[in-house]
C-alpha cells in the first residue's frame, strides 16, 4: 500500500468499459484496495447494499440505468449515506459535474484519469479531511529580509480546503499573493468563499493582487462583518478607489458576491460556519466551522485582557471559551509576549499567557498561535513559542501547540 494511506478500502467500480475496469482496478489494487467491478448498472444497486463497500466508482454514461441515475438511487437510500460516491466520467461540461455534486455525489474524475495521481485522489475523499494551508502568519505589516527567513514574513492568509470541492479563505493580507501564485501553477475554475475578519489593511490590502479574481469563469463570494452604514462591498471597493490604487474592480473578470456577516450561525457551501464578534477595535468576526466531527478555529485579531485590569470582561472570555470549545485547530492572535503587552494594552490584540488560558480551558486539542507583531524576528517567535510550551506543561494541559510558518499544509 503507498504512503498516502494507512487504511485498505472496499471499493466497488461500475464502467462499461472494460479497458477502464481494467486500469482503474489496477490502479487500486496496487495501492492495497480491495476492488469490485461490475459492467452494469441493472443490479448494482442490489450488489451495493449487500457488500457495503466504502466507495462507488460510477461512469455517467452507462446503458440503461445511467450513472446518474445510479447516484440518485444510492442518495435516496438512507442505509447507503455512509458511502462515498464518485462520478468517473469523459463528460467534461460543468453542467454534469455541478448536478451530479448537486445529487450528493462526493467528487467528480474526468477521464482520461491521471495514472500517476487516480489513488491518491481517491483516498483523499475517503479520508474526508479538511487541508488548511498557512499563506501568511503575521500581523499588522509585512516583514522582508533575513529577520524573517523560517515563519515567513507575509500577513494574514490561511485557505481551508474540502474534499467535495468547496474552498475557503481566511483573510486577504499579503499572504493571498502567494496563495494567488500557488493557483495559477496549475490554473483551473474556481469557485470560493472569501471570509474577511475585519478590513484593517493587514486583512484586506493584498485582494487587489489574488489573480484569479480577474479571470471570467471563477466565481468568488466575500463575507464579512459590515461597519454600522459601510457594506462588505463598500469596504472592499473603497481601498481600490482611483486615487489609491490604479485598478478598480470593474476590472475583477470572476463573478464576485458579496455578503454581510452577523454574529450568527450559517450555513455556506453545505458546510456550517459560526460567527462570533471579537474583541478588537471596529467590528470584527471569528470563525469556527464544523465539518463532521472536527472543527476549525480562525480567531484573529482579538484582544483578552488580563484579569483584573478594568477592560477584563468575564462574559466575554467565557463565550470566546464556548465557542472555540473543542476545536481541532485553534489558529488565534498571540501578537505578543506578555512583557511586550504591558505597554500595548487596548491595542486590540493578545498576549501569550492569556491565549494559551484560552486555549486549555476550551479543551482545544491544538494551539497555532498566529499574528505576530512585526517587530518580532523569528527568535523572537521562537520564544513566544517557547514560553507559551512552557505555560501548557504548567498547566499539564493535553493541547499541542504549533507555531505555524508558511506554507505549512495541516490536515484534520
Known amino acids: 500500500m503507498n504512503d498516502r494511506s494507512a487504511k485498505r478500502y472496499k471499493i466497488m467500480l461500475i464502467d462499461d468499459d ?71 466520467s469523459a463528460k467534461t461540461f460543468e453542467y454534469d459535474q455541478r448536478a451530479a455534486m448537486q445529487l450528493g455525489a462526493d467528487s467528480f474524475i474526468t477521464k482520461p484519469i491521471d495514472a500517476d495521481s487516480f489513488a491518491g485522489s481517491i483516498e483523499d475523499i475517503l479520508a474526508d479531511q479538511m487541508q488548511i494551508n498557512f499563506w501568511g502568519v503575521r500581523g499588522t505589516l509585512p516583514v522582508s529580509g533575513q529577520r524573517s527567513l523560517r515563519y515567513g514574513g507575509n500577513t494574514s492568509c490561511v485557505s481551508l480546503d474540502f474534499p467535495r470541492g468547496q474552498n475557503f479563505i481566511f483573510d486577504a493580507g499579503s499572504g493571498i499573493k502567494e496563495l494567488s501564485n500557488a493557483l495559477m501553477a496549475a490554473p483551473k475554475k474556481m469557485n470560493a468563499k472569501i471570509f474577511i475578519s475585519h478590513p484593517h489593511w493587514d486583512h484586506i490590502n493584498a485582494l487587489p493582487f489574488f489573480v484569479p479574481l480577474y479571470i471570467p469563469g471563477n466565481e468568488f463570494e466575500v463575507l464579512g462583518a459590515a461597519h454600522a452604514h459601510i457594506t462588505m462591498r463598500e469596504l472592499i471597493a473603497a481601498q481600490m478607489e482611483d486615487v489609491y490604487f490604479p485598478i478598480t474592480m470593474t476590472e475583477f473578470g470572476a463573478r464576485i458576491y458579496f455578503r454581510d456577516l452577523n454574529e450568527d450561525s450559517y450555513e455556506i457551501d453545505g458546510i456550517s460556519v459560526k460567527t462570533m464578534r471579537l474583541s478588537h477595535p471596529g467590528n470584527c468576526l471569528g470563525y469556527r466551522i464544523d465539518y463532521g466531527d472536527r472543527s476549525f478555529c480562525y480567531v484573529t485579531d482579538n484582544e483578552l485582557f488580563l484579569p483584573g485590569d478594568a477592560s477584563h470582561n468575564a462574559h466575554y472570555v467565557k463565550t470566546l471559551t464556548d465557542f472555540v470549545a473543542g476545536a481541532d485547530m485553534l489558529i488565534t492572535d498571540a501578537t505578543y509576549t506578555d512583557e511586550e503587552y504591558k505597554s500595548k494594552i487596548g491595542w486590540g490584540h493578545s498576549c501569550i499567557s492569556q491565549v494559551v488560558n484560552l486555549a486549555h480551558e476550551a479543551a482545544v486539542k491544538t494551539l497555532y498561535l498566529f499574528h505576530h507583531d512585526p517587530d518580532q524576528n523569528d527568535d523572537a517567535i521562537d520564544a513566544k513559542h517557547a514560553a507559551a510550551e512552557a505555560l501548557l506543561d504548567e498547566l499539564e494541559s493535553t493541547t499541542k501547540l504549533v507555531t505555524p510558518v508558511e506554507t505549512l499544509s495541516v490536515k484534520i
Open 18 to 88: 472494460p479497458l477502464m475496469i481494467a486500469l482503474e482496478t489496477t490502479l487500486l489494487e496496487a495501492a492495497g484496495h480491495d476492488m469490485t467491478a461490475l459492467q452494469s448498472t441493472e443490479d448494482a444497486l442490489p450488489k451495493i447494499k449487500s457488500q457495503a463497500p466504502d466507495c462507488v466508482l460510477i461512469d455517467v454514461m452507462m446503458p440503461g440505468i445511467d450513472g446518474m441515475q445510479l447516484l440518485k438511487q444510492i442518495r435516496d437510500d438512507p442505509g447507503l449515506s455512509a458511502i462515498k460516491v464518485i462520478m468517473v
